[in-house]
């Protein structure tokens, strides 16, 4: 008996696991093809001066194949070129969403929609740092549109479709799953779902759908080492694209939160190395330069563990909190400091405009000659001389490494002469004697570790080093 009901329990899930595939996608193609566009652009560039690509600079044969060019109409006069994308419309009244890089530097752009319409449209505006821009068309009628969905919604392994202009061949429709989930490319606020629907040439600022028909995703990459798909396409997540698109129609513009901070992450060595902090999480704080975050007392050397009420897990993390926040909003960012948390409230300022140029610290009094031998690095005072020559902003202080033994931890970690270490234990260092008390204060405590500030040409960065002898 137990043996047929184990019969139809399998029967039953096989049942369900074949309801969740689809038997075809026919009914969700035909729902939202009429609100995904094909785009054209037109470009007028210089013409070329010359035969290049052909002969080298300077051959013989240059003046031949320059008068052959000109004989074909190839010579000086400017030339008309065209590219193909795709994208989609979200709205009745005409907003269509594509990528930056579809429509970069056209001068004209046309829509094209499933039943043949043509429209002309205008840039609303455009976002470089996640590849979406925002057109206008102009129509007497109601356009068919499309709506956003919920991107954090969209889980490893379901089904979604990736419509598009592939390789000019328009309003093609590929299935697939997503593969994976907050893939990073190459940009500071990049949130991708990476997907194996085919994605290939001419799919760019397409939408990707799930199984509602709402947009989950804009079709913006693909890996491939011959151009082609091969199954590792990425779209950038609705949740990032919707914050975009909302802001570029209120101002024509991004309008991103600034904290004002240089940042690092926490690696597991540091862990040791700074008083309370249990866990390699958070953003290590590597310099202030003159912003929101300065004028609300924050200092290089702590660590920030939430921002605005949320736990910062790492510096992609941050940036991303940062930049979703809305400009001029007080925010309560908790720091770690000295051992303990810290409460600071910061009124954030705009990323696009600010000036990231910091006040120079007052001068010291001239710190002693000496050259000693520290922990696998020979170290030196700073100088006015050596502050010049190793680019170092006026009224810099600390210690200069004139050499690292290749065998010294110190070596493993990075460290190189010509390094500049400002701070041990978030203090600042103006003599070789400062330096060995911080290591005296750390071995002390029961650290391992002593945490440097290493400034190199002028950018600056934590290195946790052993102090055990």
């Known amino acids: 008996m137990w043996i047929a009901g184990l019969a139809i329990l399998l029967f039953v899930a096989q049942s369900i696991a074949a309801q969740a595939r689809p038997d075809s996608f026919s009914d969700l193609a035909k729902k939202v093809s009429p609100a995904v566009v094909n785009i054209t652009t037109s470009t007028v560039v210089a013409g070329r ?35 193909l994308g795709s994208g989609f419309v979200i709205s009745e009244d005409g907003f269509v969403v594509t990528n930056n890089h579809v ?23 455009t976002d470089p740092k996640t590849d979406i821009a925002l057109l206008k068309v102009e129509s007497d009628e109601p356009l068919p549109f499309v ?4 991107s954090d919604a969209a889980l490893v392994g379901d089904w979604v479709l990736a419509m598009g202009n592939p390789l000019g061949q328009g309003f093609s429709i590929s299935a697939g799953i997503v593969s994976a989930r907050n893939r990073a490319l ?27 028909g709402d947009v989950v995703g804009v079709n913006t990459a693909i890996l491939s080492p011959n151009g082609g798909s091969i199954g590792i396409g990425f779209s950038m997540a609705s ?109 954030l300022g705009r990323r696009e405009t600010a000036e990231n140029t910091g006040d120079a610290p007052e001068a ?23 502050r010049s ?17 290749e065998a010294s931890t110190a070596y493993e970690k990075g460290l190189r002469a010509g390094d500049i270490l400002t701070e041990a234990s978030q203090q600042k260092l103006t ?23 290493v400034r190199r040409a002028g950018e600056p960065r934590f290195v946790a080093l052993n102090i055990e002898e």
């Open 389 to 405: 020559e190793l680019g170092a902003a006026d009224g810099t202080t600390g210690l200069v490494v004139t050499g690292v033994d």
């Open 239 to 347: 949740n990032v694209v919707t914050r975009v698109v909302d802001q570029l129609k209120e101002f024509g513009e991004t309008r991103r939160g600034w904290l004002g901070v240089r940042i690092q992450n926490v690696s597991e060595d540091m862990v040791e190395a700074i008083e309370g902090l249990d866990a390699a999480e958070g953003a290590m704080v590597t310099d202030v330069p003159e912003g929101p975050a300065l004028e609300a007392g924050m200092l290089a050397g702590d660590v920030i563990l939430s921002f605005d009420g949320k736990k910062v897990e790492d510096v992609r993390g941050l940036v991303r909190q940062v930049g979703n926040t809305d400009v001029g909003k007080a925010v309560r960012v908790v720091v770690l400091r000295d051992g303990g948390q810290k409460t600071l409230k910061v009124t």
């Open 186 to 212: 190459s940009g500071s606020y990049d949130d991708y779902i990476q997907t194996d629907a085919a994605i290939n040439r001419g799919n760019s600022g397409g939408p990707l759908f799930n199984m509602d």
């Open 103 to 125: 429509i970069d530097k056209a001068d004209e752009i046309k829509v094209e929609f499933f039943s043949g319409v043509e429209l002309d449209a205008t840039v609303i505006g």
């Open 147 to 150: 709506n956003f969905g919920d």
């Open 431 to 453: 003599s070789v004697s400062d330096l060995e008390d911080r290591i005296d204060e750390a071995r002390e405590g029961g650290r391992k570790s002593l945490l440097l500030l």
């Open 49 to 83: 001066t010359g035969p290049q690509g052909i002969v080298p600079k300077g051959s013989p044969f240059e003046d031949f194949f320059r008068e052959f060019q000109d004989r074909n109409g190839e010579g000086d006069a400017p030339r008309r070129t065209s590219a």
């Open 364 to 386: 010291e009094d001239a710190p002693e000659a000496i050259e000693k031998e520290i922990l696998g690095l020979t170290v030196t005072p700073l100088t006015d001389s050596m």
